[in-house]
């Protein structure tokens, strides 16, 4: 009887943040999009099963097809349910993982004796590295130089757009690089802030480490003020200040690879294109994306942008959002707007000048039918 369910998938063609699909897991190959135009097979042969994160949660299946590909089974019932009882094609693959789990919990039993009985001290310095575990992180990123950011931005904004309608011209690409240039005129930042259009009806916008900012069309066409568009951009551009991806890359790459960075060892940060790979299946934790959207607030103030606009977007999301888990790595979006809202009420107003935008012109020139909830395909995006 074959396993069906549905996981979290990135891959060549799909969204940066992935795209939830179904799949069937038959006896000889796992079927994403099954019994659809969409249907892609891959044979067990060419899969691996792989753990991932600090804590070894993570449960995937990995392969490569024109580039990488990765299923996440993020649903624990579903997972347990593969675990327990593969197809016969996967049986080797859960074996070697199993066994490499049960290496590890050993291992470390052993460790933790060990330390136990020898002394205390060790301990404490682990429980100790365990809490701090942020702060290490953040020192670790601090050691990473602007310059290999850079490379490593431009190799992700080359996979992440790969096969997308990037527009070289015309009203959208003019208004995203003014309301952009305003945002940046004045940050007191090392990036250069670089902005992209993506014709894709998704309302959804990213950031690449470095400055690469993308923007969907989709995104445009839904938002009813340039305002509404620069606090979306505001937040994407705090995103690349704070270094949200850099600290989420190293975070995937281990505690060993964490101390090395942050005692200067540059080699866990080999390999720019691989870890390019990796920026695509990370997401913002919930801390990242409300340090994202207060920051951004502030620097909305500092451009003299009206900052409701920021408000009037999430709360737009807010009521098109259904199904979405409270468990979500994103805040809800009228979390969002209520959060923002009282940030605005303290901070008391501020001088605001207009955006040097002709929303109205922008706006006329959408083709027929690309207004906000017009195509059943539409739905708000995960704005990263």
């Known amino acids: 009887m074959n396993l069906t369910g549905r996981g979290l998938c990135f891959g060549t063609g799909l969204v940066p943040q992935g795209e939830r699909v179904e799949f069937d897991l038959a006896e000889d190959r796992l079927r994403l999009w099954p019994d659809t135009q969409r249907e892609h097979s891959v044979p067990y042969v060419a899969i691996r099963v792989e753990p991932g994160g600090f804590e070894r949660r993570q449960f995937q299946l990995t392969w490569s097809d024109n580039g990488p590909w990765a299923l996440v089974l993020d649903d624990d019932a579903l997972a347990r349910r593969v675990r327990n009882a593969p197809p016969p094609g996967l049986q080797v693959e859960i074996e070697r993982l199993d066994a490499q789990l049960r290496r590890g919990r050993v291992a470390s039993g052993v460790g933790w004796a060990l330390i136990g009985t020898i002394v205390l001290a060790p301990l404490f310095f682990l429980a ?66 670089q902005w992209h ?30 305002e509404e568009v620069a606090g979306v951009l505001a937040h994407e551009v705090q995103h690349v ?81 259904s199904g979405m888990t409270l468990l979500s790595t994103h805040p809800m979006s009228a979390d969002r707007a209520e959060r923002l809202r009282a940030e605005i009420a303290q901070a008391g107003s501020w001088p605001t000048e207009p955006l040097p935008v002709a929303w109205s012109e922008l706006r006329a020139a959408r083709p027929a039918g690309d207004s906000p909830g017009d195509s059943p395909g539409d739905s708000p995006g995960d704005l990263r």
């Open 241 to 321: 200040v704070l270094r949200h991806s850099l600290q989420g890359l190293v975070r995937s790459l281990g505690w060993s690879a964490t101390i090395k960075i942050l005692f200067g060892s540059s080699g866990p940060l080999s390999g720019v294109g691989q870890l390019a790979d990796r920026l695509g299946s990370l997401t913002f934790s919930r801390e990242q994306e409300t340090a994202a959207d207060l920051q951004g607030l502030k620097l909305l103030r500092r451009a003299k942008i009206d900052p409701q606009g920021m408000v009037t977007f999430f709360e737009k999301l807010a009521r098109e959002e």
């Open 197 to 226: 259009v993506i014709d894709d009806p998704q309302i959804n916008a990213f950031a690449v480490p470095a400055g690469h900012v993308v923007v969907f069309t989709g995104l445009l066409n839904a938002a009813d003020t340039p």
């Open 128 to 193: 100790l590295l365990w809490w701090q575990a942020d702060r290490i992180v953040g020192a670790a990123v601090d050691r990473i130089p602007i310059a290999w950011e850079e490379q490593l931005g431009e190799s992700a904004f080359a996979q992440l757009t790969a096969g997308a309608s990037l527009l070289s011209e015309g009203a959208a690409v003019d208004a995203v690089n003014a309301i952009g240039g305003r945002l940046t005129a004045e940050i007191d930042s090392p990036y250069r802030f």
